[in-house]
């Protein structure tokens, strides 16, 4: 059962920008806080960026600060992924996931997680 749908992944050059967005399926997460993820090959899943369920708190990886923007629309209950400047290391596939609580780093305190969408950053 999916109860998130990430979208807006591609392919980009070195420098360029892509949006991702993530929308449930089923239920609502307007009062979750949510998450982003990104796994490459071989790697284990990391914390990319997360949002409080007010929009209010942002937290990010040191790897993205500055390049990528977390913002959420509650009217829409969508989460967006705003990645600027993107890097080759940046490819990987990107998940969104929602906590009942506040934004954590840890994957493992997030209890719903969409399939993913990928990205690819060439050089």
């Known amino acids: 059962q999916v109860h998130l749908v990430e979208s807006g992944g591609g392919l980009v050059q070195a420098g360029g920008s892509l949006r991702l967005s993530c929308a449930p399926s089923?239920?609502?997460?307007?009062?979750?806080?949510m998450g982003w993820f990104r796994q490459a090959p071989g790697k284990e899943r990391e914390f990319v960026a997360g949002i409080s369920w007010r929009g209010d708190s942002t937290l990010y990886a040191e790897s993205v600060k500055g390049r990528f923007t977390i913002s959420r629309d509650t009217a829409k209950d969508t989460v967006y992924l705003q990645m600027n400047s993107l890097k080759p290391e940046d490819t990987a596939v990107y998940y969104c996931?929602?906590?009942?609580?506040?934004?954590?780093?840890?994957?493992?305190?997030?209890?719903?997680w969409g399939k993913g969408t990928q990205v690819t950053v060439s050089s």
């Open positions: 089923g239920r609502t997460f307007k009062s979750y806080a």
């Open positions: 996931a929602a906590n009942w609580g506040v934004p954590l780093t840890s994957p493992n305190e997030y209890d719903y």
